[in-house]
């Protein structure tokens, strides 16, 4: 078996990967086709911890931006996060592959709390973990959580699995002339104001000097070749 570059990660998955091409709700051939590759990176010994986010049902910015309280309209998109992490855990049990769920904010009767220590004691012997409800704060965005618990639990790497398969200078989809970045730093995102995480969450992550790699997740497969330290998708690091 190939042997991974990173021992552990914190992949990165957004609620609209898990949606399909509907764009909403849940894909259970979506979600098992991602979690068979998180079944593969697990048996080579990578320890896995994933955030999840929550826009196939719910985002914060939409109920703000229709005039509800913001803080409500985000706790209301960490509940949605929790829907994406049960989904992800029932396909990875079904697989055999251990798991927990974690949450920030709590809810025994279907999930762990989150507590850093138990975490790690769950990576450590060889279960993945999932972190739902973000950082568990209003007006920080699941991107600041993974940057979050990458720093807390020490990962090598964020694994930022987005729609498009790499980072560009504008949108691929509208601009066919749109430049791809293969290296970048995050001075070079701040600075330009990239569409990759949001500042806080880079910020969070350079002072912590987290690698991230970004890449599509419309094959899944990438999950694996990120981890074997295969050329695909955006590199972001200290140059």
């Known amino acids: 078996m190939d042997t991974p570059k990173y021992k552990r990660v ?15 709700g849940l894909d259970q051939d979506v979600i098992s086709a991602i979690c068979e590759q998180i079944k593969v990176i697990s048996e080579m010994g990578v320890e896995v911890g994933i ?19 913001q803080t409500r309209a985000d706790h209301m998109g960490m509940l949605a996060t929790v829907i994406n992490a049960l989904a992800l855990c029932d396909s990875l049990e079904s697989k055999n592959v251990p798991v927990r769920v974690q949450t920030a904010i709590e809810m025994r009767q279907i ?21 739902g409800c973000g950082s568990g704060n ?34 691929p989809n509208i601009n066919p002339n ?47 070749k990120a981890v074997k330290g295969e050329k695909i998708g955006t590199m972001v690091k200290d140059n």
């Open 10 to 24: 914190i992949l990165k998955i957004s609620g609209e990967a898990l949606a399909g091409k509907a764009g909403v």
């Open 51 to 69: 955030v999840v986010g929550g826009g196939n049902f719910w985002r914060g910015r939409t109920g703000k931006n229709k005039g509800m309280d």
């Open 138 to 171: 209003p007006f920080f965005s699941t991107d600041t959580a993974a940057a979050l618990r990458a720093a807390e639990i020490e990962a090598d790497i964020i694994l930022l699995a987005k729609k498009v398969d790499a980072v560009y200078d504008s949108d």
């Open 111 to 131: 999930a762990e709390p989150y507590i850093r220590g138990k975490a790690v004691n769950h990576l450590g012997k060889s279960r993945v973990v999932i972190f």
């Open 178 to 224: 749109a430049v791809r970045y293969e290296n970048l730093s995050y001075i070079d995102i701040l600075n330009s104001r990239l569409q990759v995480m949001d500042s806080t969450a880079t910020s969070l992550c350079m002072d912590n000097n987290i690698p991230i790699l970004v890449f599509g997740l419309d094959d899944p497969t990438n999950i694996v």
